[in-house]
């Protein structure tokens, strides 16, 4: 078993939980941190029983403020072309399983774009975010000036990479940042049920979702389609296909295999 420093991992299948661990620095994301997270990630994309990774911060105050600025400030060129963050938001994009990022409290710099690499975003109505880098003579260097602009459009990830200011709960749901806002007495139970529901599907599905919206995004409308039709006619081939529909007419509850 993995002993952690920086991180708390919980199983409670299919949901497990991996929590920022450094609450009295608002859970800023150091190196140390980093590696700690590519382990917890790979662990735990071994384990068949786990279909949902949620990323928390621990002691309600922040998700993650950013990268340990105590490490930044002795990075140089070459540590700087390092994938870092980049690196993590990757992994977590191609991840076979669904990834949540339940935000309470501070989320920027390099905690936002952990939280950009997720397939999920939900906060509760206290939360703040924001891309500050600018304010420190630099820019974005784990993934937010390519993810953001894909996801809130290019007018607002310029108002928030350009100007650095953070923006409250309300607003990043209307942006569509956020796609839900629980009180934070009900993030876990939230979390909670939306594991147990995407625990519902056949095991390939969220998997093949994910695959067509990111390269879908990366060609031609004409090609995302194609691939559409590629995947749809795999999944047609599985018996967990057959298992679905039978389910579905026989009005009882699936028993998918992963086959």
């Known amino acids: 078993m993995t002993i952690y420093q920086n991180l708390q ?6 949901l497990a939980l991996i929590t920022l661990n450094r609450p009295d620095k608002h859970n800023a994301i150091s190196l140390d941190t980093l590696r700690e997270l590519h382990l917890a990630v790979d662990d735990l994309a071994a384990d068949d029983d786990i279909r ?3 990323f928390w911060g621990a ?3 922040a998700f993650a403020s950013g990268s340990d600025l105590n490490e930044v400030a002795d990075r140089d060129l070459e540590k700087g072309m390092e994938p870092i963050v980049q690196g993590l ?3 977590l994009e191609s991840l076979p399983k669904v990834t949540i990022a339940a935000i309470d409290g501070i989320c920027m710099g390099g905690g936002l774009e952990l939280a950009l690499g997720c397939d999920l975003r939900i906060a509760t109505p206290q939360s703040r975010f924001a891309t500050p880098e600018g304010k420190l ?10 993810r ?8 607002w990830a310029l108002e928030m990479l350009l100007m650095g200011q953070p923006l409250g709960a309300e607003q990043a749901h209307h942006i569509g940042l956020v796609t839900r ?15 147990k529901h995407l625990a519902g599907f056949a095991p390939f599905v969220p998997h093949f979702m994910k695959i067509m919206v990111q390269q879908g995004l990366e060609g031609s409308t004409a090609s995302a389609l194609a691939m559409e039709k590629f995947a749809q006619s795999a999944l047609l081939q599985t018996e967990d ?11 009882r509850v699936p028993q998918f295999k992963g086959r």
């Open 137 to 146: 003579g630099i820019i974005p260097g784990g993934g937010a000036t390519a």
């Open 89 to 91: 938001a990757a992994k």
């Open 181 to 195: 806002l629980v009180e934070p007495t009900a993030l876990r139970s939230e979390v909670e049920r939306m594991a």
């Open 59 to 61: 002691g309600g105050k």
């Open 148 to 155: 953001l602009p894909r996801l809130v459009g290019k007018g």
């Open 241 to 251: 296909k057959t298992e679905g529909i039978e389910a579905f007419l026989g009005k």
């Open 52 to 54: 949902v990774l949620s």
């Open 9 to 14: 991992v919980e199983r409670h299948p299919p």
